[in-house]
């Protein structure tokens, strides 16, 4: 049942993804021949001024945006990055790289490095700080996409991307070829040392063990040949 709707979630993307392309594509193309046409009035839109009277107004931009929070490292999350980087052409998101050595976590809602790796977060312009799908959600209605993500809103398909992404989330590092979470804590540590030695006098290079989830194994005692002297 799992896989029948997670082939349905990512058919649904797919779909989307191809429809969105083509309506850029049209807008676009649509765009250029009105820049291009002679008679085309130089009357601003009223949509453009409100826009325009908004961006005045503003004497600070960090109250309208939101915080993206990814990890650079991992191919599939860069890759929804770029596609957001693209068309936030009001620069409403700012994409924080966990992955970063300059990473503060106090310059981002106080989410730790630990937590930014377990699930995708954003930091919202009251300083709440969301989780999961509810990041998509917030971050495509800041460019004008959030129809995209409006039918998880319904409690079911709600409940049930939550937990494709709960899915995801919990094996991303090792489908895209990276380890436990203790191996990308400790490659962590490592790189803050080798990069500013200074800095791991506190505690900002070491690691929180008791965020990870530790498995014991067991193993037999070992026997001994008594007939050998």
Not at 70 to 84: A, G, K, T, W
Not at 134 to 152: D, N, P, Q
Request: with cysteine.
């Amino acid at each position: 049942m799992l896989q029948l709707l997670l082939l349905a979630v990512i058919s649904t993307t797919v779909i989307t993804s191809f429809k969105l392309r083509y309506l850029t594509h049209t807008l676009t193309k649509s765009s250029k021949r009105s820049h291009n046409c002679p008679y085309s009035s130089t009357k601003p839109l009223p949509s453009l001024k409100v826009q325009n009277d908004y961006v005045n107004i503003s004497s600070d931009v960090d109250d309208t945006i939101i915080d993206l929070l990814y990890d650079s490292e991992c191919p599939i999350c860069q890759m929804e990055v770029n596609f957001l980087q693209k068309r936030d052409i009001n620069h409403r998101i700012r994409f924080t790289d966990l992955s970063s050595p300059s990473y503060d976590p106090v310059e981002h809602g106080n989410v730790s490095f630990e937590r930014g790796m377990r699930k995708i977060r954003a930091v919202l312009p009251d300083k709440t700080v969301v989780t999961g799908v509810e990041v998509f959600r917030r971050t495509y209605e800041a460019i004008g996409l959030g129809w995209m993500f409006e039918i998880t809103k319904l409690p079911l398909v709600g409940t049930a991307a939550d937990a494709l992404y709960d899915l995801w989330a919990e094996n991303r590092l090792r489908l895209t070829g990276r380890g436990d979470l203790a191996d990308v804590l400790k490659d962590r540590s490592d790189t803050l040392r080798n990069s500013d030695p200074a800095e791991c006098d506190t505690d900002a290079c070491e690691i929180d063990w008791d965020a990870i989830p530790i498995t014991t194994t067991t193993t037999a005692p070992a026997t001994v040949d008594e007939s050998k002297p």
